[in-house]
């Protein structure tokens, strides 16, 4: 029995005994030990798939620690630091994501799986409680503003096996890109497949449900064109991006 699984059966059987209550101090003590063993090993476990209820195995991704450690400084004081925190971050970045521009701002609480199928280009800014789910491919181009509590997928569920729950059916992977000079709104949710152009705009709340073309303006649910943004023709003071989105 594996030292999580023991202090599992402990807890069970504490609140079972209704004595948690006087020694919660010793076992979070206690569930420190896991910290700990993660910081001196970089061992972590976690199923392959759950989604296809896949036993726990030891994951051998290295990228995993670093991602985990970033999650960890998410959660101490210093995580709000932010002329700290946002290098910190920053050099995370580009050790665990797939490639990251410079000057790139990430605040804190945003979320990944592993890491290495996002692609963040020079510049780009993703504020708090950002999810990216990088099951596939995900890019996000230079300069692109990811407003608070964006989420954005790059996975769906298959639903067509009625022999199975939908949740242990598996994932299907359909990568999302996002272009340069775009805008997602508070808690915008992009889904699973969608590409965004370049300079767009995506209102505050919306759900991205179909592609979004250069120099647009959507929003709502499921979010549509609103305006469209297009610049002066050959205007040579119109910003382009110098490098690729990617």
């Not at 580009?94 to 890491?115: A, P, T, Y």
């Not at 692609?119 to 491919?137: H, K, T």
Request: charged share 20%; proline share 8%; aromatic share 8%.
């Amino acid at each position: 029995m594996s030292h999580e699984e023991e202090l599992l059966e402990e807890f069970a059987q504490l609140l079972e005994s209704d004595e948690l209550i006087g020694k919660a101090p010793a076992f979070l003590d206690a569930t420190q030990q896991l910290v700990d063993s993660f910081h001196a090993t970089g061992e972590f476990y976690i199923p392959v798939d759950p989604f296809k209820g896949a036993a726990r195995q030891s994951e051998p991704e290295p990228t995993v620690f670093y991602t985990m450690f970033w999650r960890m400084f998410d959660k101490t004081p210093a995580a709000m630091l932010q002329g700290f925190a946002i290098p910190l971050r920053r050099l995370l970045a580009k050790r665990i994501f797939k490639s990251c521009g410079d000057n790139v701002i990430i605040h804190h609480n945003v979320l990944f799986n592993v890491g290495r199928n996002i692609e963040l280009g020079e510049g780009a800014l993703l504020n708090r409680y950002v999810m990216l789910d990088d099951r596939a491919s995900l890019k996000i181009g230079a300069y692109t503003m990811v407003a608070a509590g964006v989420t954005i997928e790059t996975h769906t569920h298959p639903f067509e096996d009625f022999t199975k729950p939908i949740a242990i059916s598996g994932r299907q992977g359909r990568p999302v890109a996002v272009g340069p000079n775009s805008v997602l709104g508070y808690n915008v949710v992009v889904m699973a497949g969608v590409s965004i152009g370049e300079r767009c705009i995506v209102g505050a709340n919306s759900v991205v449900t179909k592609d979004v073309p250069d120099f647009t303006i959507v929003g709502g649910v499921p979010a549509k064109p609103i305006k469209e943004i297009v610049p002066p023709p050959d205007d040579p003071t119109v910003w382009r991006p110098t490098q690729p989105s990617s």
